[in-house]
C-alpha cells in the first residue's frame, strides 16, 4: 500500500486545516481497514492522534486533540480525512497517516500500524 498526505501548512492560532491521506496499491483493501494519523514535532517522539475504524463507527483520539479534531474517511475515494479545529501552537507537527494490517482492533500504538506515509508539515503559529 502506498499512502500519501497531503493538506498540511501554516495556520495561524485557532486556525483550521484538513488533512488527506490518498491510499492507492492493488491488493489493499481501504474499505476494510484501520486508519490513523499520527505527528512528530521536532525532538519529539511519533506521537498518536486519531485513528478510524473501517467501519466508520469506531473512532479514538489522543486526549490532547479530543473535541478539536476528527477523523473520518470515503472508502469510495479511498481517503482519510484529518479535520483539525481549534488550532494551537503545540499541534505544530509533521503529521503521518498510517494503515493497521489488524482488522479486529483500533490501535493508537506504532506497533498497531504498518505501513506509512510520507507526512505533511503543519505549522500554527501564535
Known amino acids: 500500500v502506498q499512502l500519501q498526505a497531503s493538506g498540511g501548512g501554516l495556520v495561524q492560532a485557532g486556525g483550521s486545516l484538513r488533512l488527506s491521506c490518498a491510499a492507492s496499491?492493488?491488493?489493499?483493501?481501504?474499505?476494510?481497514?484501520?486508519m490513523g494519523w499520527f505527528r512528530q514535532a521536532p525532538g519529539k517522539e511519533r506521537e498518536f492522534v486519531a485513528a478510524g475504524g473501517w467501519n466508520d463507527d469506531n473512532t479514538r483520539y489522543a486526549g490532547s486533540v479530543k473535541g478539536r479534531f476528527t477523523v473520518s474517511r470515503d472508502n469510495a475515494k479511498r481517503t482519510m480525512y484529518l479535520q483539525m479545529n481549534s488550532l494551537k501552537p503545540e499541534d505544530t507537527a509533521v503529521y503521518y497517516c498510517?494503515?493497521?494490517?489488524?482488522?479486529?482492533?483500533?490501535?493508537?500504538?506504532?506497533?498497531?500500524?504498518?505501513?506509512w506515509g510520507q507526512g505533511t508539515q503543519v505549522t500554527v503559529s501564535s
Open positions: 498510517a494503515a493497521s494490517p489488524y482488522l479486529a482492533r483500533l490501535g493508537s500504538t506504532l506497533d498497531d500500524f504498518a505501513s
Open positions: 496499491g492493488r491488493t489493499f483493501t481501504f474499505s476494510r481497514s484501520n
